[in-house]
C-alpha cells in the first residue's frame, strides 16, 4: 500500500521557522515528483513548492519565495519543507503528494497531477 506521511506541523510565531517532512511507505520517493500544497480554511488548495524526480528542479509560489526551501534526503526517503520567516497567512494544512510523472519543473504543478497524497499536517503561526 503506497502511503504519505506529513509531519512536523505545529504553532509557530510570526518570523519563526518550521521544517515539514514528507515520508513515504511502500514506495520510493527517488522516482517520484514530490508536491507540497497547502489548504486555509473556505480557501481551495494551493502549491507551494513542488521538486522533480529526475533533475531536481524546484519551484516555488511567489508568496513562499526565498522562505520556503523544498529538499529531498533520499536515505530517509523523504521530502522536507524548510519555512523560514513564517507569517499568519501560511497558516493552513499542509500536504504532499507524489506522482511518477513529474520529471522536471519549471512551474508549480496543479493538484490534479499528482497521484497519491498524505493527511496533512497543520501549520499555525500566531502569536
Known amino acids: 500500500q503506497l502511503q504519505l506521511v506529513e509531519s512536523g506541523g505545529g504553532l509557530v510565531q510570526p518570523g519563526g521557522s518550521l521544517r515539514l517532512s514528507c515520508a513515504a511507505s511502500g514506495f520510493t520517493l527517488d522516482y517520484y515528483g514530490i508536491g507540497w500544497f497547502r489548504q486555509a480554511p473556505g480557501k481551495a488548495r494551493e502549491g507551494v513548492s513542488c521538486?522533480?524526480?529526475?533533475?531536481?528542479?524546484?519551484s516555488y509560489a511567489d508568496s513562499v519565495k526565498g522562505r520556503f526551501t523544498i529538499s529531498r534526503d533520499n536515505a530517509k526517503n523523504t521530502v522536507s519543507l524548510q519555512m523560514n520567516s513564517l507569517k499568519p497567512e501560511d497558516s493552513a494544512v499542509y500536504y504532499c503528494?507524489?506522482?511518477?510523472?513529474?520529471?522536471?519543473?519549471?512551474?508549480?504543478?496543479?493538484?490534479?497531477?499528482?497521484?497519491?497524497w498524505g493527511q496533512g499536517t497543520q501549520v499555525t503561526v500566531s502569536s
Open positions: 503528494a507524489a506522482d511518477k510523472g513529474i520529471t522536471t519543473v519549471q512551474t508549480m504543478r496543479a493538484t490534479y497531477e499528482y497521484d497519491y
Open positions: 521538486i522533480s524526480s529526475s533533475d531536481g528542479s524546484t
